[in-house]
Each structure stands twice: as structure tokens, then as C-alpha cells.
């Protein structure tokens, strides 16, 4: 009995793949069969979508054996069996292998040398197909299809009069151009190749030969290309003609067939500061356009209502019919002015969208990889094969699809080219893609602003509002140039003046983008730009007001029914309030009333306002408010965030379909994430705002670490840490906030013994989250010291116990942390001088310099460093009984571990070595005689001298210094007369001449000026040395590469002065003759930096003493010298006095 028939693609494919066999048996009469075969498969794969596709394996089996029974000279059938291949490959996502597409690869290419013309475009089809994704396995074909040539070139040639033919070998070549991660990419020479003719058919024009549809296919195929280019990252733009010639196509293709609107851009643009104005031609382009002229106005009529749910259509992966669907923003919305924003009428979704993500512009035209069957631009069907019709919209709607897929290409491979380019170099073109205020009589130039107010495609929209972000993105340092806070009143334009008009005019137009769309994914890229835009601008020098009219704008969109709308809006709140904190426009922001009447209109639901009364301290004035002045009423966006984390969702707000609820209580995670992101950050921009609900603060802290969800735990703790912070800022020494406008200590203390009774220990032990206890670690880490004395023994012995167990956590992060924590603790007053816990606190820090994570080893390093501070206060306020008390062991391995991490790399050599000056300044004379330490000591020593002297980082070499200046300041060790003095006199001498950074010049000279007697800078040679080197230092103060070192030479030269004149009250007999010299040779050139020294303010008298004092000690020496020599010094030092006090007297 005969077996069953496979059903479905796998068991056809099988059964044409024995008929196959069956035909290369016979020779004759096999033509009408192949033809009937092909028919059927090519049905087939054109049918309706198959429960289970075909394998691969039969795929290439079939057509490598029908490759094999169709001759090239039977040109009907090549083409039949070409088409077979395209769809074959398209329909069933077949990656070919290596063997199948060597043998399919070289027919394809046989078959465009030998067949008739009329058949390539099914051949390159094909070949495109085979190439897609397989670019690396065709390195032996390149030569054939892209070399001098080779056929693609020959194919794609401006020359070619076959505009279709044209295509598909630009589509083939852009296939080529895909990149495969770990695999070789295309040798430069065929990169360029494709560029240059990618960037030829971009320039080319239409011609009346050919039709729209035809040429937007050619466009695409063009911009795929470019963009597989770019983002294989092998190609980096440099050239500025190259980089020109592509941003002058890609402005000219994000235009193409934008309704009301025709320009003419220049082949190349070049940087410039300035505008470089566009040639336009509107109104000629609206004649030609009726169709979207009428619907302008109706655009705005349309979103004020409530629109149906499919009432515009599920937007397809192609984006093909939102063109025509779309009703035109009228050419009237660019003539509205700021001042006539009010609130937005267009609040309501039109579809329930996901979050436009980073890939907007990433479609099936333009996106690398390979999508599905049906959306497959380099697959897909010739242009007489489409889903339109004229029935369905006829052939204009057809057009303005492929036109809005031609925009979308142009804005996605833009994207792609801004990631090629350095930002430094992109800026340059700032004047041709963003919107300048236009000038008395002038028209405004056409941006990117322009497709986000006049595109009829919601896709489009936000794919070139995700390019304008892209390209405010990292733009900080550029746009700080602008301002404009004073009056400009001069005959030109500073660029300052123009960057800030461009600011200005960003701000209007995305705010009249945000009252005009009613796309919700678009709608979410306006106030991410917007967010972009705010968190690079610099409105301390601006006129304020930009972001009043940003704060009010978005205010409705709280509320909005997308929960990614307004997951964005709180992200926009949360850059205005992080942006240059604190700004006094923003203060008075937080300090409005709580919106009401129309600006809280929209689509705010009717329960918003009692839901912000439900929060515990809305309306009325808090409990022991420290500063005793809080507002009848909370800051509106802290009662905003408040109630959107710890009270229930409303029902009449729904999320979109990405975020589902689960039948949750609260609102969307993310939209509380995000709450919580903004309160931590209004927290840390505007405490003194914050601090009159420090505890109520504290306790939405507490319930979110109390939930299940650890994202929503991690930001709880997060946001205790930005309020423990808050309180540590304002107690500082140097706190410009007044005694009686901080928190009290004690409510500091009530605060912290919530939290230690609540979920922080808990939190702390919840090891299967790592990030969730790094975090609440951090958070431990930020109690005000004063309070933590305060709290109750168990309490601190808690605080205590969890971060040593903590910092023998497995986890590097958690380690770390901890590690850091036990640094912030030791400098505790009430803790630094308990023994016991400064010797278990050292035994932590040790074993985690010693972990095998660099992060680890940098936290503890720099914890290490804390303690070896605390060492010397310890010392130095309770004097020997801590000394004693101190192990010696340990404090030997102190030493030995400090020195073996200055070996270490940077980020732990820069603790290290203070580290090591602390330590041994704290050695006593016991340890300096005692034999195990003194080899450690003479390591410890050299391993500081190597440093100072190395090609570390500065910030290491300045620690360094720093370091030695610490060791010079004990006089157990052996200064004068040890190998290691010499040579760390000889270091530091030579740092003082000649480092590049003048910092760490400074503290070389402190360094220098330490030592308090004259044994300690060794012999006569040392000493005059080291006199030299202060004297040549001082000469070259201003000799710099850098001028931002400029700043730190007046300081370089006081320290250098102050070092001098402490070598002179120091010097010998034996000196003098060696400084007489040197004074005699370079006094009048160090002169005037010296009356400079002592003519400065505040400090006049006390060196003006020290000048007198020098005189008299050598005044005294010079007595008992003989001759000239004995004169010199103490007669320059006079000299210079008289002039000082001479010009002082006349200054008076």
C-alpha cells in the first residue's frame, strides 16, 4: 500500500524535487515540464502563508538541480527559474549554504553574460536574493560584480536608459553592502565603489520617461545601500566632500514628494555657522498639489474629537497607506506664534500604539535586517505587482506612499550617518537640518522641523524627530556657546546670538508640533526631542521663559490615555528639573499652585485633582517643617509624582497595549519608574523645596522598597539615597545654606530610624538582587554623620554588621559598594577612634584589594585611603594612646598592601599612594627601627619616587605628591641622609620644571617647602639642587601647550615663591654662595614674580614677615662670611622689600 502524500510546502517541495530527478533522465521533451513545474511553485509560494515552511536543505536542492535542467539558451525558462528563486528564497527565509550558493551564484551571473537584456531584471532579482545576508561567502564573486567591469557596475551605470534594470542592480549591490557581525566586510575599494554609485543615483533627477513610482524604488534601493554601509561601522566618513555630498542628498531625499513644498539643494553642502538658505518654490508645488491643500484645515477639527479605534488603520510595516491617509498640516500652523499655544486639543490616541523606541526609522525599506515575507523591499514585487489599485485609492495615494517610503529612507540612513560622523565635524551642518528664526523679509529655511509640522505620514513625523534628537543628542558643549540674556546691539550677528535664535526657534516649533499631532508614537518622539533638547540647552544664558512655556505645555499630557506619552512627559519634567540645577526659572515653577481650570484641561480625567488630594500632605502645610515657612500647598510635580507611585490607578486611564496591567492596583511600572526617577532628581536639583516633606519622602521610600517588584525597590532606594545626600550637602562645612534652614539633626535621625526599622536591612540582605542591595548600599552610605551618632547602639551596630557581611558578598558590584560604604563610615567621629572597628574596618578593606575586579579593588583603594586619614587625625587628636593601641601587624600590612596596589592600574594607584603617605607619616620611631618594617618601608618609599616620576595620569602623580609631602612631615624617618631622600628630592624637582600639568607642579613644590629643617633637604649640592629647580620652575610658570592650564599658573608661582623663601630661612653657610649665583644670574628674571607674591591681598603682612625673616637669618650668616659673596643674597631680598613697601606706600 502506497504511502500518504506529505502535505503542505515541505512534502510539494519534496515531490517537484523527484520530478526534477525523474526530467535529468530525460534529455527530450523536458521544456513544457519545467515550465508547468516552475508555474506550480511559483503559485505556490504566492499562496496563502504555510502552517510549517519548508527546510532549507530542499529549498537549495531544488534549485540547484534546476539550475541544472534549464540551459541558458532557453531565456524563458532562465527567467522562470530566476523568479522561482526570488520568491522561493523570499517567501521561506532560506539562508543558502556555503556549496548551494556558489553553484546558484555563478548561473546567475552566467546567465547575465549570456542572456538577453530583457531577462536581467528576473536575474537580479534573484541575485539579490542570494546575496542578502550572505555578502562574506561571495568574496570571489566581487571582482565579477563590482570590479572595474563588473556587471553591477555596468548594470547601475547614471548611463543606463533601463531605469527598472537600474534598479535591481542597485538593489543587488545594496544587499551586497549588508554587514553579517563576525564576519570580514567588503575591502575598502568595493565599499567605495558602492558608495559612489549609491550617491550618484541619490543625485540623479527624473526624467519624463520615468515614472514616480519606478524612480522612488530606485531612491530606496539607493538609500538601503548607503545605509548597510554606514552601519556595518567599517566606513567611517572623514572627507568633507564626501560627508558634504551626502548630507546634500539625504535633505533633498527627506523632501522628496513632501506636499506644498519643492527645493533645490546644492550638490555638496559644506560646514558653516551661518544658514545656508534653500531655493523654494512653494507655491508652484501647492498648484500642482489640490488634493492635500483641501484637507489642511481639517486636520486640527479631526483630532479634537475622539477618533474610533481602526478609524485610520493599523500602520503597516511599510508604512504604505499612511501617505494618503493622513491629512496635511496646513501651511497655516507655521505662522502661529509661541504666545498662541495654549492647551492641546489633540490629547486623544488614535490607535493604542507601543513605545516609538529607537527604531522608528527602521522599517522594512531602510532596516538591515531580514523581515517578514510580505514586507521585503529587496524581495519584493516588481512595480506592476502591488496591493494597490485604483479602486483603492487610485494611482496618486499609490504615489505618495512610495514618496513617504523615499522620505522615511532618506530620515533612517540620515540616523545611521550621524552615528558615521564625529560630532565635532556634524555640528558644522547644524544651519542646514535645524530651524533658525527667519530674518525680516526672509523665508524660514526648510529643517527637519519642517517634516515633523508638514508631513502627512505620522511614521515620517517621527522618524525625523528621532534624527533631530539624534543630532541634539551629545550637543552640550556646542550649544553652550549661545546666549542672548543681554541686549545684542551691535552692527553684526555674534554666533552666540545665532545659536541662541536657533534654540529659541527649536523650542516653538516643537512646541506647535506637540499641540498639532495626534499620532500617540509620534507625539512620545516630540517630547523625547523635547527632553533632548532641554537637557543639552544652556538656559542660564538664555532669556528665561523657554522653559516656562515647555512646563506648560506639557502639563496636560500627564494625563494623556497613551501610558508612553506619558511616560515621556514625566521624562521632559524630569531634564527640566535636572537641567543646570538649581535655575531660578524652574524654582519658581515647583513653587505654582497645583493646575486647575484650563491648563489642566485636555484629556485629564476628572479624578486626577482628588487624586493629588489623597496624597498625605496635599494641602496642608507638614509636621516640624525645619525651614517653618512651607507652602499652603505642596510643589505640584513632587504631588504629581508622589500620587502616580503609592496610590491606585484610575480606572478611565488605560494603558496602551504594550504595558499590560495584570490586573495591578497601581499605575503602569514604567510610568512609576519614571515618577521615581523625577522625584529623586527634583530631590537632588531642589532639596531646600524637597526638605519640607523630608519624612513624608522618605516614607514613599520605604513603601516602594516594601513591593515585590525589584525595579520599583531599586528606585525606592535610589531615591533614599538622593535624600540622604541632600541632608549631607546642606550640614557641610562650606554649605551656603544657613544654620536654621537645614534639616535638624533630630529629624535626621527620627528619618533614619525609619528606614533602619523598615525594609533597608532586608533590602540589604536580598542577594538574589545585586543592582536592588548595590543601591541600598549606596544609600546606607549617605546618613549624616551627626545623625548616626544619634541613633541608638543596636541601630549603629546593625548599620556596622550589614556592611562587613557585605562586603564578603560574591557579587563585584555588591563588594564594592560595600567596600565604599566602610570608606564613608571610618571617617566617622563617633567610629574612627573605636579601635576595634578601625582594625575590622582595615581587615575588610584589605581582603576586597585584593579582589579580582578592578572595581572592587578601586572602591577599597580609595576606602584605604579614608582610613590611613583617619590614622593621622586619629594621631594627631589623641595622640600616642592610639598609636599603641593600633596592631603593628596590622599596620604592616597596611603597608605592604598599600604599596603592592600602587603597582596597580590607575584608578587604584591614585588611593594607593596617598594611602602609602599616610601610613608612613604615621610610622613611629619603634617601627622605623624595627627590622620587618624597614623594608617594607624602603619598598613603600620607592614605589612613591617611581610614581612621581612615571607617565601615570596626573591625578595619580598629583596623589603622589601629595604623598611624599605627607612622608617629609615625619621626623622618625631619615631625611637627610637615606638613598630614597635623594631621589625623591630628585622626582620631585624635576616635576616641578617640567609637567604638563600644573597642579600636580603645585603640590610638588608643597611638597618641597615641607621639610622644617635644614638636615632634611641633605647636602649642599641637594639643597641648591632643589633652589635651582624652584628658580627655573618659577621662569617657566606660563610655558604651557595647554591654556587651560593658563589658570593655575598665578597659583604655581605663589606656591614656588612661598617654597623659595622657606629654602632661604633654612639656608647654611655653605648654601650661599651657590643661591648668590644663581640670583645674580637669573634675580631680575624671577624678580617681578616675587613683588607679585608679596603684593597679594590678605595674605600681605604674614609674607612680608616671612621675606624679613629670611633677611635677618641670613643677615646673620652673611656676618660671618668674608667678601663680596657674603652681601649678595640678603642685599637682594632688601632690595626687593623696599621696592615692595615703596610701591605699596604709593598705592596708598
Request: hydrophobic letters at 40%; a neutral charge; glycine letters at 6%.
Amino acid at each position: 500500500m502506497a504511502e500518504p502524500a506529505e502535505p503542505g510546502p515541505a512534502g510539494s517541495l519534496r515531490r517537484c524535487l523527484a520530478r526534477l530527478g525523474a526530467l535529468q533522465a530525460r534529455p527530450d521533451g523536458r521544456r513544457t515540464e519545467l515550465h508547468l513545474l516552475f508555474d506550480q511553485l511559483i503559485s505556490e509560494s504566492c499562496g496563502p502563508e504555510p502552517a510549517a515552511a519548508p527546510g532549507a536543505q530542499d529549498v537549495c536542492a531544488v534549485l540547484v538541480q534546476a539550475c541544472q535542467l534549464v540551459p541558458l539558451d532557453q531565456e524563458h525558462l532562465v527567467s522562470k527559474l530566476c523568479q522561482l528563486i526570488h520568491h522561493l528564497l523570499n517567501r521561506y527565509q532560506v539562508m543558502v549554504d556555503e556549496q548551494s550558493l556558489n553553484f546558484l551564484l555563478s548561473y546567475c551571473i552566467s546567465a547575465l553574460r549570456q542572456c538577453s537584456s530583457w531577462t536581467h531584471v528576473e536575474i537580479l532579482q534573484a541575485l539579490a536574493a542570494l546575496v542578502y545576508n550572505n555578502g562574506p561567502k561571495c568574496q570571489k564573486y566581487l571582482p565579477d560584480l563590482l570590479g572595474k567591469a563588473g556587471l553591477l557596475l555596468q548594470l547601475s551605470d547614471p548611463a543606463q536608459p533601463d531605469v527598472e534594470l537600474r534598479r535591481a542592480a542597485v538593489r543587488s549591490m545594496a544587499n551586497l553592502c549588508l554587514s553579517v557581525p563576525g564576519q570580514p566586510y567588503l575591502d575598502e575599494s568595493y565599499r567605495n565603489v558602492c558608495f559612489q554609485t549609491f550617491l550618484s543615483v541619490l543625485q540623479s533627477s527624473k526624467t519624463t520617461d520615468v515614472d514616480d513610482i519606478t524612480f522612488c524604488m530606485l531612491l530606496q534601493s539607493a538609500l538601503k545601500g548607503v545605509q548597510s554601509l554606514l552601519n556595518g561601522g567599517k566606513m567611517k566618513l572623514m572627507q568633507t566632500d564626501q560627508i558634504g555630498a551626502l548630507l546634500a542628498v539625504l535633505k533633498k531625499c527627506m523632501f522628496h514628494g513632501l506636499p506644498g513644498l519643492s527645493i533645490e539643494v546644492p550638490t555638496v553642502l559644506y560646514p558653516a555657522p551661518l544658514p545656508q538658505y534653500d531655493k523654494r518654490s512653494p507655491v508652484k508645488q501647492e498648484q500642482s498639489e489640490p488634493a492635500p491643500s483641501k484637507q489642511a484645515g481639517s486636520r486640527r477639527k479631526k483630532c479634537k474629537g475622539k477618533q474610533k479605534k481602526g478609524e485610520f488603520g493599523e500602520e503597516g510595516r511599510e508604512d504604505s497607506g499612511d501617505a494618503g491617509n493622513e491629512s496635511v498640516l496646513g501651511a497655516d500652523m507655521l505662522k502661529l506664534h509661541l504666545g498662541d499655544v495654549q492647551s492641546s486639543p489633540g490629547l486623544e490616541p488614535r490607535v493604542p500604539d507601543v513605545c516609538a523606541g529607537p527604531d522608528v526609522c527602521a522599517g522594512p525599506d531602510v532596516c538591515a535586517g531580514r523581515d517578514p515575507p510580505s514586507s521585503q523591499p529587496w524581495k519584493g514585487l516588481s512595480s506592476s505587482e502591488s496591493e494597490y489599485s485604483d479602486t483603492e485609492g487610485g494611482i496618486q495615494s499609490k504615489v505618495r506612499s512610495y514618496q513617504a517610503n523615499v522620505r522615511q529612507g532618506a530620515l533612517a540612513c540620515f540616523l545611521s550617518t550621524i552615528k558615521s560622523i564625529e560630532k565635532r565635524v556634524l555640528y558644522g551642518y547644524w544651519s542646514a537640518f535645524v530651524p533658525d528664526a527667519p530674518g525680516i523679509g526672509s523665508p524660514q529655511s526648510v529643517s527637519l522641523m519642517t517634516i515633523a509640522l508638514k508631513d502627512p505620514s505620522p511614521k515620517t513625523r517621527a522618524c525625523a524627530l528621532q534624527v533631530l534628537s539624534a543630532f541634539l543628542e551629545g550637543s552640550k558643549q556646542f550649544l553652550s556657546v549661545a546666549e542672548d540674556a543681554n541686549d545684542h546691539k551691535r552692527a553684526f550677528t555674534p554666533f552666540s546670538v545665532t545659536m541662541a535664535s536657533s534654540i529659541r526657534e527649536l523650542h516653538r516649533c516643537l512646541l506647535l508640533a506637540l499641540v498639532a499631532e495626534s499620532s500617540s508614537q509620534t507625539l512620545t518622539q516630540i517630547v523625547k526631542c523635547l527632553a533632548n533638547l532641554v537637557s543639552n540647552a544652556p538656559y542660564s544664558r538664555l532669556k528665561p521663559g523657554l522653559l516656562t512655556r515647555v512646563w506648560n505645555q506639557i502639563k496636560p499630557y500627564i494625563s494623556h490615555k497613551d501610558v508612553n506619552v506619558r511616560v515621556s512627559s514625566l521624562t521632559l519634567l524630569g531634564a527640566i528639573v535636572s537641567v543646570q540645577a538649581p535655575l531660578p526659572e524652574v524654582q519658581l515653577l515647583l513653587q505654582q499652585p497645583s493646575p486647575s481650570g484650563p491648563s489642566g484641561s485636555g484629556s485629564a480625567t476628572p479624578g486626577r485633582e482628588q487624586r493629588r488630594r489623597a496624597v498625605p500632605w496635599a494641602g496642608q502645610s507638614p509636621q516640624d517643617s525645619p525651614a517653618g515657612s512651607a507652602p499652603a500647598e505642596p510643589c505640584w510635580l513632587l504631588s504629581l509624582c508622589v500620587s502616580l507611585i503609592i496610590l491606585p490607578r484610575e480606572d478611565s486611564c488605560s494603558d496602551s497595549d504594550s504595558f499590560p496591567s495584570l490586573g495591578s492596583v497601581f499605575e503602569p511600572c514604567p510610568l512609576r519608574l519614571e515618577a521615581l526617577q523625577v522625584l529623586a532628581l527634583l530631590v537632588k536639583g531642589y532639596f531646600p523645596m524637597a526638605q519640607n516633606y523630608f519624612l513624608e519622602l522618605g516614607e514613599v521610600a520605604c513603601r516602594c522598597m516594601e513591593e515585590m517588584d525589584p525595579s520599583i525597590q531599586l528606585h525606592g532606594a535610589k531615591l533614599l539615597e538622593e535624600l540622604g545626600t541632600g541632608v549631607l550637602q546642606q550640614h557641610k562645612p562650606d554649605s551656603p545654606t544657613a544654620p536654621e534652614q537645614r534639616v535638624p539633626v533630630s529629624l535626621v535621625v527620627t528619618f533614619w530610624t525609619m528606614m533602619l526599622n523598615g525594609p533597608l536591612p532586608g533590602t540589604l540582605q536580598n542577594s538574589p538582587h545585586a543592582t536592588l542591595q548595590t543601591s541600598a548600599c549606596d544609600a546606607l552610605s549617605s546618613i549624616l554623620p551627626e545623625a548616626f551618632s544619634l541613633l541608638q547602639g543596636d541601630q549603629q551596630i546593625l548599620c556596622v554588621t550589614l556592611l562587613l557581611g557585605l562586603n564578603h558578598s560574591e557579587n563585584p558590584l555588591v563588594k564594592a559598594a560595600a567596600a565604599r560604604a566602610l570608606g564613608v563610615y571610618i571617617l566617622f567621629p563617633c567610629l574612627r577612634q573605636d579601635v576595634m572597628f578601625v582594625a575590622d574596618t582595615a581587615n575588610a578593606i584589605l581582603n576586597s584589594l585584593h579582589d579580582k575586579s578592578p572595581n572592587v579593588r578601586a572602591k577599597a583603594a580609595w576606602s584605604l585611603g579614608n582610613l590611613t586619614d583617619t590614622l593621622i587625625i586619629n594621631m594627631e587628636t589623641m595622640g600616642p594612646s592610639f598609636q599603641e593601641e593600633l596592631s603593628d601587624l596590622l599596620l604592616l600590612k597596611l603597608l605592604r598592601s598599600a604599596t603592592e596596589a600602587s603597582k596597580d592600574r590607575d584608578k587604584v594607584k591614585s588611593n594607593a599612594v596617598r594611602a602609602l603617605g599616610n601610613v608612613l607619616h604615621f610610622l613611629q620611631p619603634c617601627h622605623v627601627a624595627n627590622p620587618r618594617f624597614r623594608e617594607a618601608t624602603e619598598e613603600a618609599l620607592q614605589a612613591l619616587v617611581a610614581t612621581v616620576g612615571s607617565e601615570a595620569t596626573m591625578k595619580v602623580r598629583w596623589n603622589a605628591c601629595y604623598a611624599l609631602g605627607n612622608v617629609f612631615k615625619n621626623p622618625a624617618l631619615p631625611l637627610g641622609e637615606a638613598p630614597w631622600a635623594r631621589q625623591a628630592f630628585s622626582a620631585l624637582s624635576s616635576v616641578v620644571k617640567s609637567c604638563k600639568n600644573f597642579k600636580v607642579r603645585i603640590k610638588s613644590a608643597m611638597a618641597l617647602s615641607i621639610p622644617s629643617h635644614r638636615e632634611c633637604y641633605g647636602s649642599t649640592e641637594q639643597f641648591c639642587q632643589i633652589w635651582s629647580a624652584l628658580v627655573v620652575a618659577l621662569q617657566r610658570s606660563e610655558d604651557t601647550e595647554d591654556f587651560l592650564e593658563f589658570k593655575y599658573s598665578s597659583s604655581l608661582r605663589t606656591q614656588i615663591c612661598r617654597a623659595l623663601l622657606h629654602l632661604l630661612q633654612l639656608a647654611s653657610s655653605t648654601d650661599l654662595p651657590l643661591i648668590g649665583g644663581s640670583l645674580l644670574q637669573h634675580g631680575q628674571a624671577i624678580r617681578p614674580h616675587v613683588l607679585h607674591y608679596l603684593s597679594c591681598s590678605g595674605e600681605q603682612g604674614e609674607r612680608e614677615r616671612g621675606l624679613q625673616g629670611a633677611i635677618q637669618h641670613l643677615s646673620s650668616i652673611e656676618a660671618q662670611l668674608q667678601g663680596k659673596a657674603r652681601l649678595g643674597v640678603s642685599l637682594y631680598l632688601e632690595d626687593v622689600l623696599t621696592h615692595h613697601t615703596s610701591a605699596t606706600a604709593t598705592e596708598a
